[in-house]
């Protein structure tokens, strides 16, 4: 009896042993935070979206997410909560005020143009949105940088070309053009994301943004997806392009090397 007492008692330790040891090896759990939230920009109610890993201790670099020229959306929801699962506070931005979305490509246009036209709006919208995830705990305050998709993609680069106060900025499938590059201005580092098929933005017009980027020093990255069009990252862009015979169709491979390319240079920027 006293044998198999013991013998019991040794497995009963041996299994513990193994419980503790692989609970103290594995991973903690991500537990992803998620909350609409308003801001203020003058006058303006903006409606955003901030995502980010409870489960991760301590103040952590913020990414801040631009919508597509349909607006904030669920779409832009999910590239933030990716970005949370990444170990960044991300917070999808509303830059249209009230989260207005566009319901077609007319809408759509009408609730970008007054961006076109006005480049200081995107700096006011986009300033509010640093003031407000910089009140955030977890927020990293001196390691902030932005991600747009086609509309947001023309906007964070424009942002960065005013001379906001980012460590980077990543444009994927965004328009070119704008504000001038200026080298006083310029403090980000720029990757720009863009398929070799696009029709609305023309390689040309990339390469020369990218030699102007070059005539002044600044720390740029270019990446150049195959059969890859306008809006190449959303599920959705084929359908969308069949509904409003827009030349857009989503790319599965693109979309995946983009998202890679993206994580290298945050990692970069960031220095961890």
Request: hydrophobic fraction near 40%; glycine fraction near 8%.
């Amino acid at each position: 009896m006293k044998t198999k007492y013991l013998r019991n008692n040794i497995l009963i330790c041996l299994t513990m042993m193994t419980i503790t040891s692989f609970t103290q090896t594995m991973p903690m759990a991500s537990a992803i935070k998620e909350e609409m939230i308003t801001y203020k920009a003058g006058d303006v109610t903006l409606k955003g979206f901030v995502a980010y890993d409870e489960s991760k201790k301590g103040k952590r670099p913020v990414v801040l997410v631009v919508h597509e020229w349909w607006g904030m959306n669920d779409y832009t929801k999910m590239r933030a909560r990716k970005l949370a699962g990444l170990g960044y506070l991300a917070m999808a931005v509303d830059l249209f005020g009230d989260g207005k979305n566009g319901a077609n490509s007319t809408e759509a246009q009408n609730l970008t143009m007054p961006f076109y036209k006005d480049p200081q709006l995107v700096k006011t919208r986009l300033d509010a949105a640093v003031k407000k995830v910089k009140e955030y705990s977890q927020a990293d305050p001196g390691n902030i940088a932005a991600i747009g998709y086609c509309f947001g993609g023309f906007v964070v680069l424009n942002y960065a070309k005013m001379g906001a106060d980012l460590k980077g900025v990543v444009s994927f499938h965004g328009g070119i053009g704008g504000v001038p590059v200026e080298k006083k201005l310029l403090k980000a580092k720029i990757l720009v994301c863009h398929g070799a098929s696009d029709k609305f933005v023309s390689q040309k017009d990339v390469d020369t943004f990218i030699h102007q980027l070059d005539s002044i020093g600044a720390d740029n990255t270019l990446k150049i997806y195959a059969n890859a069009t306008h809006a190449f990252t959303n599920p959705d862009a084929t359908q969308i392009g069949n509904k409003f015979n827009l030349p857009i169709e989503y790319n599965a491979a693109a979309d995946k090397d983009s998202w890679n390319d993206m994580q290298v240079f945050l990692k970069r920027i960031f220095g961890h």
